[in-house]
């Protein structure tokens, strides 16, 4: 599902038109700026919903500003003389400053030197754009009954369609706010240094740093190959192969991932089936056993840990284990887990389960793994 392409056929070619009377820029401006914002806006929330967190942030922003999409069905007529865009231009306004912030001076500064629309117009087209794409995003949501890590998959998905169409100044992450430096900053005057002054230095001057360079880099070789020499043999480095040889040996007869071994009662820590070959109270003394413990690096694999058809939702049964692990969990606020699913959606979904059961999010890790069934991981 292209959210691009649905957003291009609800708005249609009478918006450019109509931009183009409100706004006072050409419709062949306009549109090359809308194909730059419309694929930025969309990349901020991709990136926005990569993590748990942040999508169900984008979720409750749809919900509560009530975007369904149905702004989409009357938009041309709020720029060609019908209802007010003010609402719509102030709204935006505010989802842009809470989604990008202090960004959106680079945002416009981009937009507007790709386009050559007025910096005013492309302040316009990029606050409308977000009350429109969350519109478009809202309606999936609507129609599709999205809960966040439905929304995740929906929102990663888009990332193969916005490829070569995001201006690299604009890949935006929330972790690193970029400075897109601007062409008249840079500084030109005469006592600056460029390549174009390099005519001024004295001719000897690169020879003598060509040879100073040649000097160092001989030198470091020549002290590098002494230190290996006279390390290789050492009893350090000995000590340091020979333990790994031992570490690769007890992986090979360890039976945790000895190829083709059927797990047995003594490691029974190693292969649990909560529902087939365990009763629920024999792995909640499992659990409780290896917390006590404080046996790090100890997992279980959760063979029978089933979710709902067609969905991430774990079932009543499987639920059960949930709240006997933070049961157990709550009796040990040291210890975190790691949660791998061959799905990340199931992982998240166990830590959602645990969240929501009152354990500290801090203590629970995510993960995709290669195996099929739900696998605990104790640190």
């Not at 070569?164 to 600056?192: A, D, F, G, R």
């Amino acid at each position: 599902m292209n959210l691009l392409n649905l957003l291009k056929y609800q708005v249609g070619n009478n918006l450019v038109e109509s931009l183009s009377h409100f706004l006072g820029d050409s419709p062949e401006k306009l549109q090359t700026a809308l194909e730059i914002t419309f694929p930025s806006v969309l990349h901020i929330f991709t990136q926005k919903a990569a993590s748990e967190e942040g999508a169900y942030q984008v979720l409750h922003t749809v919900k509560e500003g009530k975007h369904d999409g149905s702004i989409l069905s009357y938009l041309t007529g709020l720029f060609s003389g019908g209802s007010s865009p003010t609402s719509l231009i102030s709204s935006g306004g505010q989802l842009t400053h809470h989604f990008i912030g202090q960004q959106k001076t680079n945002f416009v500064d981009i937009i507007t030197q790709n386009s050559e629309v007025k910096r005013s117009s492309a302040s316009t087209l990029l606050q409308i754009s977000f009350p429109l794409i969350l519109g478009v995003i809202g309606k999936q949501i609507e129609n599709y009954k999205l809960d966040t890590y439905q929304l995740m998959e929906l929102l990663s998905s888009q990332k193969e369609y916005l490829k070569n169409v995001v201006p690299p100044e604009l890949i935006y992450t929330e972790q690193i706010e970029k400075t897109i430096p601007k062409v008249h900053e840079v500084n030109t005057s005469e006592n600056s240094f460029s390549l174009n002054n390099f005519e001024t230095v004295p001719n000897y001057i690169p020879w003598v740093i060509f040879f100073i360079g040649s000097i160092t880099i001989l030198s470091f070789g020549f002290y590098y190959s002494n230190f290996n020499n006279s390390n290789t043999n050492s009893p350090i480095v000995e000590n340091s192969i020979q333990e790994e040889k031992n570490i690769n040996q007890q992986k090979e007869n360890h039976p945790q991932i000895k190829k083709n071994e059927k797990p047995t009662k003594k490691h029974s820590n190693n292969y649990v089936s909560p529902i087939s070959n365990n009763t629920p109270i024999e792995l909640k003394e499992q659990i409780a056993h290896i917390l006590k413990s404080q046996q790090k690096g100890e997992f279980l694999i959760l063979k029978d840990f089933k979710f709902h058809s067609n969905s991430y939702k774990i079932t009543k049964e499987s639920l059960s284990l949930i709240k006997d692990l933070s049961i157990e969990l709550k009796k040990h606020p040291d210890a975190s887990i790691d949660i791998h699913a061959n799905i990340i959606s199931k992982s998240i979904a166990c830590k959602k389960s645990l969240i929501d059961l009152g354990i500290s999010q801090h203590r629970i890790k995510t993960l995709k793994g290669e195996h099929p069934n739900i696998t605990i991981y104790f640190n």
